[in-house]
C-alpha cells in the first residue's frame, strides 16, 4: 500500500532527480504576483498573496510530511532578476515565519483555554460529588448539584474537542508550514 502511494505522488508531482523533493510549481508572470496588491511594505517585509499561500499550503498538505518538498517559482528569463529573487525568496521565508507564529498564537490560546476548562470541570465535579454527600436534601441543592455535574462533564467535553479536533488541525497546519523552512525556494526560467 505503501509503494502504491508513492507511486501516485510521483505521478501527480513532480520530483527534483538531484535531491528527489516533491517540486510545488507556480508559474509567474511578474515578480508582483508573489505578493498582496494591497499591500505597501518594502519587498522583504510584504505579504504573499493569500491566494498563492493557500494554494501552497493545499499542495504540500497532499505530499506526506515525510516527504521533502522543494518550491520552484517559474518566471519569464526575460524578467528574471537574481535581486528580486533573493529578495522575494527572503520575503516568502518571513511570510511562513509569520503564519507560524500566528499559529502558535493560536495553539497557546487553545491550551489557555483548556486549562482553564479542565480546572472548572474539576472544580464543578468535585463540588458535585462533595455536594451530594451532604445530609440535607432540598429541591435548590439537587438542581444546583445536577448543575455541577452537567457543568462539569460539559467542560471536560470541551477540553477533548478542543485538544482532539480543534489544536489538531493547528498542529498539523504548523507542521505543513514548517516544513517550508527547511525546503529549498528558488526560481527557474518559464518552461515555453
Known sequence: ??????????????????????????????????FNGW???????????????????????????????????YMPSSLRDFDKEFRSISSVMNNFKVVIGFIDRKLKRFYRQMMIYLSLAITFLTSAYLL???????????????????????????????????SHEERLRRKIMSRFLISDIYFKDKKE
Open 132 to 166: 451530594r454527600n451532604t445530609v440535607t436534601d432540598t429541591l435548590f441543592l439537587d438542581i444546583m448539584i445536577e448543575g455541577f455535574f452537567i457543568g462539569g462533564w460539559f467542560l471536560l467535553w470541551e477540553v477533548f474537542s478542543i485538544f482532539t479536533f480543534e
Open 1 to 34: 500500500m505503501k509503494k502504491l502511494k508513492k507511486h501516485i505522488y510521483q505521478h501527480v508531482y513532480n520530483q527534483n532527480p538531484e535531491t528527489d523533493s516533491y517540486l510545488i510549481e507556480i508559474s509567474l508572470d511578474n515578480y508582483g504576483e508573489l
Open 39 to 73: 499591500d505597501a511594505s518594502p519587498l522583504r517585509k510584504r505579504d504573499i498573496e493569500p491566494e498563492l499561500l493557500e494554494y501552497i499550503e493545499q499542495m504540500s498538505s497532499e505530499i506526506p510530511l515525510h516527504e521533502s518538498i522543494e518550491l520552484c517559482f
